[in-house]
Nanobody, 119 residues
């Protein structure tokens, strides 16, 4: 059974940091580019960042560039998103999913983890 399980979300003050994790199982994680997408209340899905199969290249949305860092550990089948200097506009449900830069869910996706940035 394919599973993607996000964790690490929560409530944080503006300027704070969070590290999201996504544990993958049931498929060849190292054969897929992976990405993070997010969805704020009442808004559509927004692509955040993507990373190549072996972690050799990364892409970021302009809105998070310089603040977020995507990474992966293929030995642990885990995807990460380090989020720094968080702003209220980052408030959303964050999902990990297969794919690289397409702003949509890939073949596999998790249930999401909520990130709320508020004072």
């Amino acid at each position: 059974e394919v599973q993607l399980a996000e964790s690490g979300g929560g409530l944080v003050q503006p300027g704070g940091s969070l590290r999201l994790s996504c544990a993958a199982s049931g498929f060849r994680f190292d054969m897929y580019a992976m990405k993070w997408v997010r969805q704020a209340p009442g808004k559509g899905l927004e692509w955040v960042s993507g990373i190549a199969m072996r972690g050799t290249s990364e892409q970021y949305a302009d809105s998070v560039k310089g603040r977020f860092t995507i990474s992966r550990d293929n030995d642990k089948n885990t995807l990460y998103l380090q989020m720094n200097s968080l702003v209220p506009g980052d408030t959303a449900m964050y999902y990990c999913t297969t794919g690289y830069t397409n702003p949509s869910f890939g073949n596999y996706r998790g249930q999401g983890t909520q990130v709320t940035v508020s004072s």
